[in-house]
């Protein structure tokens, strides 16, 4: 069922296409755990800047590799970059995949409003 104008409308300007909610599922789901939410949080609270594993696995009650399976899944959803230096590997958003996800389920009305 389609909305009718006015209610419940997306910042998109058309409905998605398969190829594109498929793309946009796979990083739904990766964000569907508590921990790897968390991450991106943790993340994304850094504005901007990059944050060693080192500094996000003392913040959880897991092993240093479960973290890292984590990190890799967000890494393979697009929502994560990384860059190993030496014994360390330093994360960052990537800002455009949170934008992507975030157009598909912000109302207009909301867009409209903040401007």
Sequence with gaps: MIASPGCCETTLSSPLDSATAATLATTFKALGDPVRLRLVSLIAAARGEEVCV????????????????????????????????????????????????SDVLIPVDMTAASA
């Design 54 to 101: 080192c500094e996000l696995t003392p913040a959880f009650d897991l092993s240093q590799p479960t973290i890292s399976h984590h990190l890799k899944v967000l890494r393979e959803a697009g929502l994560l970059t990384s860059e190993r230096r030496g014994t360390w590997v330093y994360y960052r958003i990537v800002p455009e995949a949170l934008q992507r996800l």
